[in-house]
């Protein structure tokens, strides 16, 4: 099963394009358009990817109905709006262990592929630790079932800020 990957979509959609225009017409504005839509390619695109982590996370509870990994994960079930990048954080170093206990290259993919569009939907701001937040392993050990179901509710935090 091949899986997709949004996050590298957007980037070479806007290459071709460029390279499409300024193949067929070669004049100022077009090189203009040729330039800027490159510049604009490797632009980070904040916050544009979070609803293909929720859909890598439904694809993740969707394979993990036939594969048995028994593990339990830090997981922060109540997270202050303030803290969210810190609980992401501790959400996307879990997955890892996901990714190692199943031994399936399908969770394997879409693990790194889900880590790959949340670390680059974080705001810039998220390279500074937020103060008075729980560490990862502060925080309540659950089941992969409550796991996906809470990281999807910091997903939707990013996605609906307060």
């Known amino acids: 099963m091949r899986i997709s990957k949004p ?7 806007q290459c071709y394009l460029c390279l499409l225009l300024n193949s067929h017409f070669l004049n100022e504005a077009v090189i203009h358009v040729f ?3 490159c510049i604009s390619a490797g632009l ?4 544009a990817h979070w609803q293909d982590v929720i859909s890598d996370l439904r694809r993740i509870e969707d394979l993990i109905q036939y594969i048995h990994v028994d593990a339990t994960l830090y997981t922060e079930s109540d997270a202050d709006p303030n803290c969210k990048v810190a609980a992401m954080k501790c959400f996307l170093l879990e997955l890892r262990v996901i990714s190692h206990e199943s031994k399936n290259m399908d969770i394997d993919e879409t693990v790194e592929n889900l880590i790959v569009l949340a670390n680059s939907s974080l705001p810039s701001s998220g390279n500074i630790a937020e103060s008075g937040c729980k560490e990862c392993e502060e925080l309540e050990e659950k089941n992969i079932k409550e796991f996906l179901k809470s990281f999807v509710h910091i997903v939707q935090m990013f996605i609906h800020p307060v």
Not at 7 to 13: A, V
Not at 44 to 47: C, E, F, L, Q, S
């Open 44 to 47: 980070p695109k904040t916050g």
């Open 35 to 37: 330039v800027f839509g």
């Open 7 to 13: 996050y590298l979509r957007s980037t070479s959609i």
